[in-house]
Nanobody, 124 residues
Framework: HLQLVESGGDSVQHGGSLRLSCLLSGSTMGYYAIGWFRQAPGKEREGVSCIDNTGTRTAYADSVKGRFTISRDTAKMTVYLQMNSLKPEDTAVYYC?????????????????WGQGTQVTVSS
């Protein structure tokens, strides 16, 4: 079955940039919409961004619009989250998730498969 592995998390200063990667294996990437979620200590998991299975439709949480960009490279079986102008409130564990045959969205419920997460820490 599908497996997802995130990478790219790090500690950066306010205003810095990071690019997260989500590597898919075990299935055909074109079947899945992919979402990025994050969870900070003591908070619920929240949707950050998503991209549909064709790569033509994307969505972003209001808190990251204009700063984050999601993209997918089918040949590399990878979905990226480019994060610019990072703020301390972006600090969280970031997860990617896959929705088989669906449109994804910014809620966790449709997603069938999840990665293990990667830590992003933004200092002020």
């Amino acid at each position: 079955h599908l497996q997802l592995v995130e990478s790219g998390g790090d500690s950066v200063q306010h205003g810095g940039s990071l690019r997260l990667s989500c590597l898919l294996s075990g299935s055909t990437m074109g079947y899945y919409a992919i979402g990025w979620f994050r969870q900070a200590p003591g908070k619920e998991r929240e949707g950050v961004s998503c991209i549909d299975n064709t790569g033509t439709r994307t969505a972003y949480a209001d808190s990251v619009k204009g700063r984050f960009t999601i993209s997918r490279d089918t040949a590399k079986m990878t979905v990226y989250l480019q994060m610019n102008s990072l703020k301390p409130e972006d600090t969280a564990v970031y997860y990617c998730a896959a929705d088989y045959g669906g449109l994804g969205g910014l809620r966790p419920s449709p997603y069938d498969f999840w990665g293990q997460g990667t830590q992003v820490t933004v200092s002020s």
